[in-house]
């Protein structure tokens, strides 16, 4: 018998087994191989100093092409593209600088007089270009994923695993989440500067108002994929659980265990803390098996993937806050205002070395065959090995992109004042990321209904590879233009 296509489209990406951690790693870390080569553009060349068109083109190239490359056609042959990125940067970076970009010293601060206003001093919270550029990848490899992987260009094992494994699409997941966290420290730290403390039940009615929308989004979904009959991965989440549902809970739920820090003041602590007490019942009682097999009767045993998965998303929203309480604040460690330039560039890395290397090592641990418990990673669990992975990847590519940022771009962090590190932040930061960036749940939102679009529309099992780069290319083409002319305008979407 014929089967549907909408059958054929659920089986293409049913019963999967991912790929290693090592290629994801690989394909990954196009991101900041990217950005190495837009950074010695911008700091050698002055490239983007005038963002005109050409500008655009090759920004856009570099931050979203490549990425769509990587996980298509060159999806075989990282280390090839990896080369053919990283050896123009080297070359540029050793041929002399541009005589329109020649290296000045920081303009210093206006002497105090009586007619003339005292320099700003320099934000608590700075803006980090490196997290803007972490959050910006991460969104346009989330955005490339979505859609790609309906097409057989795209590499099934990239695609999200059955229920053990690894793979890019489930570490786009738990990155989503990661990166949510991470900034979801700057209000929280903005509060404590201040001076300011909120109860329980006004932390837990502001999430709710933040939790709103996405719930909203999530029935939508569900009433949209229900009615017009689209394929759906029902092991994903479960027969009515979306993504959208799960981020419109994490927000409450973090409210509720940000109470806790009365007792423990590390974040990082709770989110290990809530991932080892899940993964022991898992272990210790019927749970996973009860996820894993049980009959889809009751409306809990049908979303049963999205209700008890939610712990480990919050273990790992959790996991990301703690990072963004390190990062963001300029005086971390007892830092004072003057200790700025190298020292602080050190210490930002040392920091984030110290974190990747800390959940790296748990995550192997928890992994290892020989050495450790020999637990597997399973996102559809949300489990304590999936967990590490997401936080020690996500922390690994925020070391990576600071990295970048503090050898290109170290009037970032010598400036002495406001307004010459606003200057530097910004001639650090990618246009099109920081667009992404910005307005990233729309874009995401825009991305998945494009996705379904073309779905609706298209055969994408059928079409060949031609075929599948032209759609790809001018969906990453939508969403980016979409994204700068909203950031261009000044223009934040919030859901």
């Given at each position: 018998?014929?089967?549907?296509?909408?059958?054929?489209?659920?089986?293409?990406?049913?019963?999967l087994?991912?790929?290693?951690?090592?290629?994801?790693?690989?394909?990954?870390?196009?991101?900041?191989?990217?950005?190495?080569?837009?950074?010695?553009?911008?700091?050698?060349?002055?490239?983007?100093?005038?963002?005109?068109?050409?500008?655009?083109?090759?920004?856009?190239?570099?931050?979203?092409?490549?990425?769509?490359?990587?996980?298509?056609?060159?999806?075989?042959?990282?280390?090839?593209?990896?080369?053919?990125?990283?050896?123009?940067?080297?070359?540029?970076y050793?041929?002399?600088?541009?005589?329109?970009i020649?290296?000045?010293?920081?303009?210093?601060?206006?002497?105090?007089?009586?007619?003339?206003?005292?320099?700003?001093?320099?934000?608590?919270?700075?803006?980090?270009?490196?997290?803007?550029?972490?959050?910006?990848?991460?969104?346009?490899?989330?955005c490339?994923?979505?859609?790609?992987v309906?097409?057989?260009?795209?590499?099934?094992?990239?695609?999200?695993?059955?229920?053990?494994?690894?793979?890019?699409?489930?570490?786009?997941v738990g990155?989503?989440?990661?990166?949510?966290?991470?900034?979801?420290?700057?209000?929280?730290?903005?509060?404590?500067?201040?001076?300011?403390?909120?109860?329980?039940?006004?932390?837990?009615?502001?999430?709710?108002?933040?939790?709103?929308?996405?719930?909203?989004?999530?029935?939508?979904?569900?009433?949209s994929?229900?009615?017009?009959?689209?394929?759906?991965?029902?092991?994903?989440?479960?027969?009515?659980?979306?993504?959208?549902?799960?981020?419109?809970?994490?927000?409450?739920?973090?409210?509720?265990?940000?109470?806790?820090?009365?007792l423990?003041?590390y974040?990082?602590?709770?989110?290990l803390?809530?991932?080892?007490?899940?993964?022991?019942?898992?272990?210790?009682?019927r749970?996973?098996?009860?996820?894993?097999t049980?009959?889809?009767?009751?409306?809990?045993?049908?979303?049963?993937?999205?209700?008890?998965?939610?712990?480990?998303?919050?273990?790992?929203?959790?996991?990301?806050?703690?990072?963004g309480?390190?990062?963001?604040?300029?005086?971390?460690?007892?830092?004072?205002?003057n200790?700025?330039?190298?020292?602080?560039?050190?210490?930002?890395?040392?920091?984030?070395?110290?974190?990747s290397g800390?959940?790296?090592?748990?995550?192997?641990?928890?992994?290892?065959?020989?050495?450790?418990?020999?637990?597997?990673?399973?996102r559809?669990?949300a489990?304590c090995?999936?967990?590490?992975?997401?936080?020690?990847?996500?922390?690994?590519?925020?070391?990576?992109f600071?990295?970048?940022?503090?050898?290109?771009?170290?009037?970032?962090?010598?400036?002495?004042?406001?307004?010459?590190?606003?200057?530097?932040?910004?001639?650090?930061?990618?246009k099109?990321?920081?667009?992404?960036?910005?307005?990233?749940?729309?874009?995401?939102?825009?991305a998945?209904?494009l996705?379904?679009?073309?779905?609706?529309?298209?055969?994408?099992?059928?079409?060949?590879?031609?075929g599948?780069?032209?759609?790809?290319?001018?969906?990453?083409?939508?969403?980016?233009?979409?994204?700068?002319?909203?950031?261009?305008?000044?223009?934040?979407?919030?859901?």
């Amino acid at each position: 018998m014929v089967q549907s296509y909408k059958a054929l489209k659920e089986d293409f990406v049913s019963n999967l087994s991912g790929g290693s951690v090592s290629e994801i790693n690989w394909v990954t870390s196009i991101a900041p191989a990217s950005y190495l080569l837009w950074s010695v553009l911008q700091s050698r060349k002055g490239l983007f100093e005038k963002y005109n068109a050409s500008a655009y083109i090759i920004d856009f190239l570099l931050n979203v092409g490549a990425l769509l490359f990587a996980t298509t056609l060159y999806s075989s042959n990282l280390i090839l593209l990896n080369a053919f990125i990283i050896s123009p940067a080297a070359l540029l970076y050793l041929l002399p600088l541009s005589s329109s970009i020649q290296r000045k010293p920081l303009k210093p601060p206006p002497k105090t007089a009586p007619d003339r206003q005292i320099p700003q001093k320099l934000d608590e919270l700075p803006v980090r270009p490196f997290v803007t550029a972490y959050r910006g990848t991460m969104m346009v490899v989330t955005c490339i994923a979505i859609l790609a992987v309906d097409f057989r260009i795209f590499p099934r094992r990239f695609a999200k695993v059955e229920t053990w494994g690894t793979s890019l699409m489930d570490m786009g997941v738990g990155s989503f989440v990661f990166s949510a966290g991470l900034v979801s420290a700057r209000p929280i730290l903005s509060a404590r500067i201040g001076g300011q403390t909120s109860s329980l039940s006004k932390s837990m009615r502001a999430a709710c108002r933040t939790s709103a929308p996405l719930l909203f989004l999530g029935l939508i979904r569900l009433y949209s994929v229900k009615g017009l009959d689209y394929a759906e991965h029902v092991t994903e989440y479960g027969v009515h659980w979306n993504f959208f549902f799960t981020l419109a809970l994490l927000p409450p739920s973090v409210a509720l265990f940000q109470s806790f820090a009365v007792l423990t003041p590390y974040t990082a602590l709770i989110a290990l803390s809530i991932s080892g007490l899940y993964q022991t019942v898992l272990e210790l009682t019927r749970l996973k098996a009860y996820i894993l097999t049980s009959p889809r009767e009751s409306l809990l045993s049908q979303n049963r993937e999205g209700v008890f998965s939610l712990w480990g998303y919050l273990s790992i929203f959790l996991a990301g806050q703690a990072l963004g309480f390190d990062i963001l604040q300029r005086n971390v460690l007892g830092q004072t205002q003057n200790s700025i330039g190298l020292p602080q560039r050190r210490r930002l890395l040392l920091r984030l070395a110290a974190w990747s290397g800390g959940w790296t090592v748990l995550y192997l641990c928890a992994t290892s065959f020989r050495y450790g418990l020999s637990l597997r990673v399973s996102r559809r669990l949300a489990n304590c090995p999936y967990v590490l992975w997401v936080a020690a990847f996500n922390c690994a590519q925020n070391l990576l992109f600071c990295l970048v940022e503090t050898v290109f771009f170290p009037g970032v962090y010598i400036a002495s004042d406001a307004a010459n590190e606003k200057r530097e932040s910004h001639k650090a930061t990618s246009k099109v990321l920081k667009a992404f960036n910005r307005n990233g749940l729309a874009i995401f939102l825009l991305a998945n209904l494009l996705t379904g679009l073309v779905n609706l529309t298209l055969n994408t099992l059928t079409m060949g590879a031609i075929g599948a780069m032209g759609v790809l290319i001018g969906y990453v083409g939508v969403l980016t233009v979409v994204a700068v002319t909203l950031d261009h305008y000044n223009l934040s979407v919030k859901l």
